[in-house]
């Protein structure tokens, strides 16, 4: 093989297994689901007003656990390549009403202050230990 294409090559197959999302954690013990139980009760606590079941002002649904690894919201195991965490982190969520374009988002209201950053911390946490099921805690 010429070194161009075994270079070539290699480049492809490092790009395709970047982009393979690694599974969440699976069989947690207690205290990664209570991880992932606290990690749930923030995103209840700063996000269910606008992103919760039923009363969604999007289409990301953030309680709904199965959606966030579905639509790769979340990429378990690693904290910062997660939309969920990066958006929280740079302050783009929860969002304020003074950041709304009139007329556009009627729930801006809703909106609230940044997520304090022992909470942010410990999504971070969640996530990076491979985000595990918050929905397994109460089992």
């Not at 075994?6 to 699976?26: D, M």
């Not at 910062?80 to 209201?109: N, V």
């Amino acid at each position: 093989m010429k070194p161009t294409f075994t270079v070539l090559l290699a480049l492809c197959i490092c790009i395709l297994g970047c982009n393979t999302p690694t599974p969440p954690l699976q069989n947690a013990n207690k205290k990664q689901l209570k991880l992932a139980a606290d990690a749930h009760q923030v995103l209840v606590k700063h996000c269910q007003q606008c992103h919760g079941k039923g009363n969604s002002q999007s289409d990301e649904m953030l309680l709904e656990y199965g959606a966030l690894i579905k639509d790769k919201f979340i990429r378990p195991w690693n904290a910062r390549r997660s939309k969920l965490y990066t958006m929280i982190a740079k302050g783009d969520m929860p969002r304020e009403e003074k950041d709304a374009p009139p007329g556009l988002f009627p729930r801006y209201d809703l909106g609230g202050p940044a997520v304090p950053e022992d909470e942010l911390e410990l999504i971070k946490q969640w996530i990076n230990a491979g985000a595990p099921n918050w929905e397994d805690a109460g089992k």
